[in-house]
């Protein structure tokens, strides 16, 4: 049996969620490391390079970590306090830290697409012209989504509105994984959709999903990407021929 090298699980990586689909600027790819030509036998699978996670991942004798999110953003201009230590754990270990972002949001059967399925929305459509989110049709009522919300996403939704929908028997639903309840976010998508699924809620997104009558679940950034996330790392999993550990989920 042939090793599997850094350079393969990357090509597989990037033949389920192309590069070339992700947003401009967003961070995604390579973050640390050098040899690609390196055998990987174990990989570590997350949501964040959190220095927890990145211990983990050393204490679990990973040599290949893959995040959703990306280590460096928000312009981080110096590599001191936490970033130095995930840094440090990360190149002592000889661990190579790769991330797929908006690129696994958008793809087919990425996060975005996992919501849709698992709301078995009907007619779906991206929500974005950029591929972002998904809008379809649930046949069903509120109280069923809310149901499916509280089984798989995540056990105390906030939910914004839903006088406004719950005698209902179908409804156009959006969803977004991660950060989607923006006040520009909700704004659009109040002209296209009746409920919109996503996460990080604020205080002022709120009153304006209630000055728009749009029904709001609040899932949460984590459970609406996790849940997706679950099903890329199944795929990983069926389809490299290493040991695979998911170290936040």
Known sequence: MEKMLAKNVISI???FAPPHLAIEGDNIGLQVGRDLEKPIEKIGVALD???QVIKRAWKEGVDFLFTHHPLLKDGIKTFDSVI??????LISRDIILYSAHTNLDICEGGLNDSLAKLYNLKDTKYLYENGLGRVGIYEGSLQEILDITEKYICKNPTVIN???VEDRDTLRVAVLSGYGLSQKNIEYVSKIAEV???GDL????????????LCIIDGGHYGTEVYGLRYFSKY????LEVKIVTLDF
């Not at 990983?236 to 389809?239: G, R, S």
């Open 49 to 51: 390079p959190s220095l």
């Open 236 to 239: 990983l999993k069926e389809i």
């Open 196 to 198: 919109y699924i996503s």
């Open 84 to 89: 130095y230590e995930k840094l440090k754990i």
């Open 13 to 15: 990586i990037e033949e």
């Open 202 to 213: 604020t205080h002022h997104s709120k009153i304006l999903a209630e000055d728009l009558n």
């Open 162 to 164: 839903s006088k406004v």
